[in-house]
């Protein structure tokens, strides 16, 4: 049983999570402080509140609102999000379209109907092989195969 959970906390992707988390929240921490200290302020600036936009808040019926915390938050969200996304999502998708681009493509893939038999064949294909009519393979197909298109 105790053997069990070492291999499950031992595995790379646990060890990896773990690190990400690790890394996450301390990246969290930055961006808040970064809200919190620079940004916040000089919106608290430029609309002529108080100092730190962050502490603002207003009183309805003795009820304090501060909204200025709600604000700071979504800031440090929208940050966090922009930062993640070109800098971890944007690069990782050119890199998967630049390794995906080597793959071959497999040419069955794409599948059409037969126009006089209407059972399923490849897109690529030049006659059925059902009825063995002869018909115009499809140039999308070929064009996703890289084939030379046929005339």
Do not use: W
């Not at 390794?99 to 599948?111: C, E, F, N, S, T």
């Not at 690529?124 to 064009?143: G, N």
């Amino acid at each position: 049983m105790l053997s069990g959970f070492k291999d499950f906390i031992l595995r790379g992707n646990i060890i990896t999570m773990a690190i990400g988390l690790a890394v996450g929240t301390a990246f969290t921490a930055v961006v808040t402080a970064l809200s919190t200290a620079f940004i916040a302020p000089l919106i608290g600036v430029a609309t002529k509140s108080t100092g730190d936009f962050g502490e603002a808040h207003f009183t309805v019926e003795g009820t304090d609102f501060p909204y200025g915390k709600f604000v700071s938050a979504i800031i440090a969200f929208l940050i966090t999000a922009a930062v993640l996304y070109f800098c971890i999502v944007v690069p990782m998708m050119k890199l998967q379209a630049r390794l995906d681009r080597g793959k071959p493509v497999d040419i069955k893939a794409a599948l059409r109907d037969c126009p006089r038999c209407y059972t399923q064949i490849p897109g690529v294909a030049t006659r059925c092989a059902h009825c063995t009519s002869e018909i115009e393979p499809d140039p999308e197909a070929l064009e996703l195969a890289g084939l030379p298109q046929q005339r």
